[in-house]
């Protein structure tokens, strides 16, 4: 730092004013010196970089195209049900069925000769206009046979002569020259029954046979089984 120092004047002549002036001067840089030597220097300003951000583009996903609907396929509409050629008896009404036995194949008959005999394990029923013998077991099963007895033939065809236990004419034929017929059904528990007033008809897979008590049995072809309907009065 410059050291000022101010002097005292001692003479006010010629001299003391070029020595006052002098003075002025020096002290003005003096005060100039100490204003240099007094202010610090400023710092910089510091000025932060900022990097600028970079921008990551956001690509939006592509979508699979949106498939056309599907149209639905419209309803066939259900075929009308064929009719039958013959019409229905009846007296078989209640107990057909169209998706059991289908139409049926024959105009059919409202009154033909029956028999009927209840067994042990079973019964018998005679169709007259076949002159055929429909054996049913207990299990729901039922076979058929040929009637073969004829009028001029002895009742007993074989056992006791006695009716129960034995059955007669063309039953008691059938059961005795049938082993597994005789074995399954077991002695007749009644006297046999007639009819000549019961109805029938055949089906594409069966038949309807009314019993002389009243009930109808249906006859299923394809499974080889038969119901028993009751008919009320």
Do not use: H
Not at 17 to 33: D, E
Not at 50 to 61: C, G, M, R
Not at 98 to 114: F, M, R, W
């Amino acid at each position: 730092m410059t050291k000022c120092l101010r002097q005292r004047p001692t003479d006010r002549g010629p001299n003391w004013l070029r020595q006052s002036i002098g003075a002025t001067i020096l002290a003005l840089g003096c005060l100039l010196a100490l204003s240099g030597c007094s202010a610090a220097d400023p710092l910089p300003t510091v000025v932060p970089t900022v990097q600028p951000a970079v921008l990551t583009p956001i690509v939006a996903p592509t979508l699979p195209p949106t498939p056309p609907p599907t149209p639905r396929p419209s309803a066939t509409p259900a075929p009308s049900p064929t009719p039958c050629q013959f019409p229905l008896q009846p007296a078989l009404a209640d107990a057909w069925s169209a998706d059991e036995l289908g139409c049926p194949i024959t105009s059919g008959a409202a009154a033909i000769n029956t028999a009927y005999a209840p067994f042990e394990g079973g019964q018998m029923l005679w169709r007259g206009d076949t002159d055929n013998i429909y054996v049913l077991f207990n299990d729901g099963r039922w076979a058929s046979y040929r009637n073969t007895w004829r009028e001029d033939d002895p009742e007993y065809t074989c056992g006791e002569r006695n009716s129960p236990p034995t059955p007669v004419r063309g039953f008691g034929r059938v059961w005795c020259e049938q082993p597994g017929v005789r074995e399954t059904l077991g002695a007749v528990t009644a006297a046999e029954i007639g009819d000549d007033g019961s109805a029938v008809q055949d089906f594409v897979n069966g038949a309807i046979l009314a019993a002389p008590f009243g009930g109808l049995f249906v006859f299923e072809g394809e499974d080889g089984t038969w119901r028993l309907v009751e008919v009320l009065p």
